[in-house]
């Protein structure tokens, strides 16, 4: 495949970026989207220009390093991560624009790269359960209702990738933050911090600049890991009840 | 999949009669004095030692503990469970980490499970049989005590696990659900669906960030350890520290502590394409061996033998296929080399070679990692591999379902492996209902690592090391589900107990940035990075490291031979040498720059690749995951020779030669000695 690249190249945090085009040929259809932009960073390299900065690591879809706005769609027109998108979802001849995450909580660093440290401060704010190593009780001591157990665990295969804020018009992390609540308030385990965690966990989110939720949906389309949506109507419930609570 | 059914027979067959021992690798090393650990209890039995060590270990009292500092990198499952633990024991502690967040950590990607000896199907399992299956597992290579820790330490995690709100899969009377993982009797392997590492890594990730919001620890992000800073004022040598690089502005810092802890990893990636994250490295581990620690059964590598073949030469990593899916699927190539491009379904029956079946017919597709990796690497280099040819050779062998699917119906199949047939077909666009899997061996994990003592110090006083970043308690080969259990063990529940026995020294004095060893440590990182910048030459590091994985594959990979491991090291030392005067790394020291890290990392990876040749070397026997053509038995299989190597090879650094040659290393001995298990060879015919 021969393809156009229109890439943000931005030299730093301070710089002005703007998108460069670069052309690729030869390109595999069997390739991930990232070795496609390993080739064409061989090549730039080649030629003396810097190649391009972006993150990724574990190239299977789970932790979450990768990122990418490919053609104004988070993680590209696949329901996956961009490391597991190949570019057999491409056609020869295609242009594709490959842009940064666009969140002002997650400001660019260099090119593609993004910093996505406000999500580790909402998860300080309480985004955990409080119990100090050797404090635990036998696992048996508490059984969870296999129902709970599996929304739980759906809900914590959130990879923490930001895509739910780069694909929403207003830049809102409800979808992360809803997923945690959802995930440890499922849990009895959960419990005793459940109005502590949520009131905290939203304060945080809106104190690094994210924005609210207006019910679009963007999210949950984006999410690599289907998170669904309804864990922001949880999360709100939550946050009601704490209220209540006096909090 | 087990890596020792139990059919083993006792004694060692045949082996060569004494004084038969050939030293391969004479005049590629020396040897040095013999090492041993001094601090497990041996006079002990083996159940206690770990209560023994504990209450003999010194205390800090709380108000101590506030004066003490402990430096921790790496994040994973080792790092962050023990940077939160003693953050809640009260130490300052601060944790370093190349990625973005500590949650990225590698340690995300397992899998399959984590063992736990709760014998809660009541079926017999216990302590004592995780920690006979461990050691077995590992091909009797690994110390004892330490392996008896681990077992018995692991029913702790999985109780703490629960208690952070880690989802673990439940039966609907609401208690946890067990499967038998790896071939083994029991059952005893928790699992979070196939996504248990993540699940655990998240679990210790928020126990560790609620540390931070308590005040105890302070995460440095996109920072990666480039030094350790090792002190000497005329008592014996101390760790006191580390120098780090600052990836996004580039800022060279210095970072004193009364302690580190390295929980850094394997070293897969020295193989290039291995199932390893992009970012996984040596460097802080190397580092460290540079500054005197010493490395630990370097060779000794893990293969897993499912993983999605190579597509061609712009391949970057290697995706596991977890190898439950030998429980159902056939493993066969053509007969006839001819055969290899044709459509497999088309290929009849008579036509179709099942060589694990033929070859091994009581165990077939269920032969452990390493004879089901080696056998594909044999049928791949007869000419009759399948899928893509890479570099002249395909490397594929099919997994076929077609049996399966006609036994027990596709909804089934569906149940049983839908999200691994899923992640087949993103990958290869094919669908393995349909037409049969491709699969081929690559690197998983690394056994080998810095050496330790029981107490998880290395021989430079004040440097532990947790996790797989350490050689003691995998021996030569690991156990399915065996790597989540070691990495928390060591992080939540060893670590903190034994560290705090060197800490009740401390606080130890004020290292000044003027220390001698602070300006020496902080030149050579800034000494290598302004090599890198300016050396202007011609070839990517990229394209270097893919050079030296190759090596690395080909003759220090599944099966290996002297001959073959003294080209290999022939080939690295050149292969090096041309690097330091011919990479090409653009832009500055002072931005994120991600090929000036990568040069760094694969420069590291150079030395350690010769290292783990000389150790193979030296190693002439077949043990656990490595088979050395010199040491099979008639009929081919893998023969260990517990007279001659029974013992811990423990590497310690050989110096700088000139500009760049590097000294010899001396090999120090540390005896196995096992009082509560006797040694078997194994056999699966």
């Known amino acids: 495949m ?213 019910n679009i949906g963007e999210c949950a389309a984006a999410c690599p890991k289907e998170i669904p949506l309804d864990v922001i109507s949880q999360l709100n419930r939550d946050l009601r009840a704490a209220m209540r609570h006096g909090h | 999949m087990t890596d020792m059914p139990d059919t083993t027979t006792t004694g060692n067959p045949s082996h060569d009669a004494p004084g038969d021992v050939v030293d391969d690798a004479a005049g590629y090393y020396r040897e040095g004095d013999p090492i041993a650990d001094t601090k497990s209890p041996d006079d002990q039995p083996v159940e206690r030692r770990w209560s023994e060590r504990k209450f003999s270990a010194r205390m800090a009292n709380p108000a101590k503990r506030r004066t003490l500092s402990v430096i921790v990198v790496g994040t994973g499952l080792a790092g962050a469970s023990a940077a939160a633990t003693l953050g809640e024991a009260g130490y300052q502690v601060k944790t370093f980490c190349y990625q973005d967040s500590p949650r990225r950590a590698h340690s995300i990607a397992a899998q399959g499970g984590i063992n736990a000896a709760k014998n809660y199907k009541g079926d017999g399992d216990s302590v004592y049989r995780l920690f006979y299956d461990t050691v077995k597992g590992g091909d009797y290579r690994s110390r004892e005590s330490n392996s008896y820790r681990l077992a018995e330490v692991s029913v702790n995690i999985i109780d703490q696990a629960v208690a952070q709100g880690v989802p673990f899969a439940r039966e609907y009377g609401g208690l946890l659900d067990n499967r038998s993982f790896g071939g083994v009797q029991v059952s005893r392997t928790f699992y979070a669906r196939g996504q248990t590492g993540q699940q655990l890594l998240i679990g210790a990730y928020q126990a560790l960030e609620r540390q931070v919001a308590a005040g105890t620890v302070e995460t440095f992000t996109r920072h990666e350890m480039l030094e350790l800073v090792v002190v000497d004022d005329g008592s014996g040598p101390r760790t006191r520290g580390i120098i780090t690089r600052d990836l996004v502005t580039g800022a060279i810092d210095t970072h004193i502590a009364d302690a580190v802890v390295l929980a850094t990893g394997g070293y897969g990636n020295v193989y290039y394409l291995s199932t390893n994250a992009m970012g996984s490295n040596v460097t802080a581990s190397w580092r460290a061996h540079r500054k005197g620690a010493f490395f630990g059964n370097p060779c000794y590598t893990q293969i897993h033998p499912t993983c999605i073949p190579v597509s061609g030469t712009h391949q970057s990593k290697l995706t596991l296929m977890s190898e439950s899916l030998r429980n159902d699927g056939r493993i066969w190539v053509p007969k006839d080399p001819a055969d290899v491009t044709r459509d497999p379904r088309d290929i009849a029956e008579e036509d179709r070679d099942y060589y694990l079946e033929r070859i091994y017919p009581s165990f077939g597709n269920l032969v452990p990692r390493d004879i089901a990796s080696r056998q594909a690497k044999n049928m791949c280099d007869e000419g009759r591999g399948v899928g893509p040819e890479v570099e002249g050779v395909r490397r594929g062998v099919y997994l076929d379902f077609a049996d399966a699917i006609a036994r027990l119906g596709r909804p089934a199949i569906e149940a049983k492996y839908g999200n691994l047939f899923d992640m087949y077909t993103r990958i290869t666009a094919e669908d393995p209902y349909q037409t049969p899997m491709r699969v081929y061996p690559a690197i998983h994990y690394t056994m080998g690592g810095l050496w330790v003592d029981y107490d998880l110090q290395s021989n430079l006083p004040g440097l532990f090391v947790a996790g797989e970043a350490n050689f003691s308690d995998q021996g030569a080969n690991r156990l399915g ?205």
């Not at chain 1, 390093?65 to 696949?78: D, K, Q, R, T, Y």
């Not at chain 1, 593609?112 to 359960?129: C, E, K, P, W």
């Not at chain 1, 895509?163 to 830049?171: F, L, R, T, W």
């Not at chain 2, 003759?555 to 040498?577: Q, T």
């Open chain 2, 481 to 685: 589900a065996s790597a989540l259990m070691q990495g928390l063990a060591d992080g939540y529940f060893v670590l903190p107990n034994t560290i705090r026995d060197y800490l009740a020294d401390g606080p130890f004095d004020t290292v000044p940035d003027d220390h001698p060893a602070v300006v020496e440590a902080r030149a050579s990182v800034q000494e290598r990075i302004d090599h890198f910048l300016t050396v202007n030459g011609t070839r990517s590091v990229d394209s270097y490291h893919r050079e030296l994985g190759n090596i690395m594959w080909e003759y220090c990979g599944m099966e290996r031979s002297a001959e073959g491991l003294r080209k290999a090291i022939d080939l690295i030392r050149s292969l090096r040498d041309d690097f330091w005067r011919n990479v090409k790394v653009l832009g500055d020291s002072e931005s994120l720059n991600q090929s000036l890290e990568k040069a760094g990392r694969v420069a590291d990876f150079f030395e350690l690749g010769e290292l783990m040749c000389i150790d193979a070397l030296h190693r002439r026997e077949s043990c656990g995951g490595h088979f050395r053509a010199e040491s099979q038995t008639e009929d081919g299989e893998a023969l260990r020779h517990d007279d001659t190597f029974a013992f811990v090879s423990a590497w310690e650094f050989g110096g700088e030669s000139g500009a760049r040659e590097l000294g010899t290393p001396v090999l120090h001995k540390e005896d196995l000695v096992y009082t509560a298990i006797e040694m078997k060879q194994r056999s699966y015919k």
């Open chain 1, 2 to 214: 021969t393809l156009t690249l229109k890439i943000w190249r931005q030299a730093d945090a301070a710089a002005e970026g703007r998108l460069h085009t670069y052309q690729l040929d030869e390109v595999s259809p069997d390739m991930s989207f990232l070795e496609m932009l390993d080739v064409l960073n061989e090549q730039l390299n080649a030629a003396g220009e810097e190649p391009v900065a972006f993150d990724s690591d574990c190239r299977e879809g789970i932790c979450g390093m990768c990122s990418l706005m490919i053609n104004g769609e988070a993680h590209g027109p696949e329901v996956t991560t961009t490391c597991q998108l190949h570019m057999r979802s491409f056609a020869d001849g295609d242009t594709i624009t490959i842009e940064p995450w666009r969140a002002a909580p997650f400001p660019v660093l260099k090119d593609l790269v993004v910093d996505r440290s406000a999500f580790d401060r909402i998860i300080q704010s309480g985004g955990y359960i409080s119990v100090n190593t050797g404090a635990a009780p036998d696992a048996h001591a508490i059984p969870v209702p296999k129902q709970n157990a599996d929304r739980a665990f759906d809900m914590a295969t959130c990879i923490g990738c930001g895509a739910c804020v780069a694909a929403c018009p207003n830049g809102s992390a409800s979808l992360f933050v809803g997923a945690k609540v959802t995930h440890l308030g499922e849990l009895p385990q959960g419990q005793a911090e459940r109005d502590h965690r949520v009131v905290n966990m939203v304060a945080q989110h809106d104190h690094e600049g994210f924005g609210g939720c207006t």
